[in-house]
């Protein structure tokens, strides 16, 4: 069965950091781009980064440059992201997703272009 699975998300305070892990099964991550979104409540869900097959490429919405770093180990079929200095407005369920096009800077951050779909994890920032 292919499937991506979320984890690491939770409750913090402005300013901490979290990292969250995806997992995939069922297929080899190495062949697909691999992108990660949140959701808040009431709004649309929105790419946060995405990460080539390489490593070679990788994209962040503006508002995360800096302060979110995304890698993968595809030995260990895993795409992590790494977030610091947490706001509270980065509050959401956090989801992962794989793509086999080859997103450009343009275009990573499309909901549209990927096929699979995590669960999803929830972040809470909040003091």
């Known amino acids: 069965q292919v499937q991506l699975v979320e984890s690491g998300g939770g409750l913090v305070q402005p300013g901490e950091s979290l990292r969250l892990s995806c997992v995939a099964s069922?297929?080899?991550?190495?062949?697909?781009?691999i992108g990660w979104f949140r959701q808040a409540p009431g709004k649309e869900r929105e790419g946060v980064s995405s990460i080539s097959s390489s490593r070679r490429s990788r994209y962040y919405a503006r508002s995360v440059e800096g302060r979110f770093f995304i890698d993968r180990t595809n030995a260990e079929n895993t795409v992590t992201l790494q977030m610091n200095s947490l706001k509270p407005e980065e509050t959401g369920v956090y989801y992962c997703?794989?793509?086999?096009?080859?997103?450009?800077?343009?275009?990573?951050?499309?909901?549209?272009?990927?096929?699979?779909w995590g669960q999803g994890t929830q972040v809470t920032v909040s003091s």
């Open positions: 997703a794989r793509t086999a096009r080859v997103p450009s800077i343009h275009t990573w951050y499309g909901a549209v272009n990927y096929d699979v």
């Open positions: 069922g297929f080899s991550l190495e062949n697909y781009f």
